[in-house]
């Protein structure tokens, strides 16, 4: 391979970890309320509970996402 055609593997795969970090997002946040959801249908006078540690569950996936977004644009920018 050239150094053109190589000098770019660093952007792309980038760009493939932020795509990847989105969709791992998505799953994530997605079983979280399904299991919510499945909690809820189970025992329905534990919601409020359920309700707060499924936020916090998302607030963290969501976190961990963002974290590896930032990471992946300082590696195509930095």
Same mark, same amino acid.
């Given at each position: 391979?050239?150094?053109? $055609? $190589?000098? =770019? *593997? #660093?952007? %792309?795969?980038? &760009? &493939?970890?932020?795509? /990847?970090?989105?969709?791992?997002?998505?799953? #994530?946040?997605? /079983? %979280? *309320? @399904?299991? *919510? +959801?499945?909690?809820? !249908?189970?025992?329905?006078? /534990?919601?409020?509970?359920?309700?707060?540690?499924?936020?916090?569950? !998302? &607030? +963290?996936?969501?976190? %961990? @996402? %963002? *974290? !590896? &977004?930032?990471?992946?644009? /300082? !590696? +195509? =920018?930095?």
């Amino acid at each position: 391979m050239t150094p053109e $055609t $190589t000098a =770019h *593997f #660093g952007q %792309i795969s980038a &760009a &493939a970890g932020m795509g /990847l970090s989105v969709v791992g997002l998505g799953v #994530g946040v997605g /079983l %979280i *309320f @399904a299991s *919510f +959801i499945q909690g809820i !249908a189970r025992q329905p006078e /534990l919601e409020g509970k359920l309700m707060t540690w499924t936020l916090v569950g !998302a &607030a +963290i996936v969501e976190g %961990i @996402a %963002i *974290f !590896a &977004a930032i990471m992946c644009f /300082l !590696a +195509i =920018h930095g």
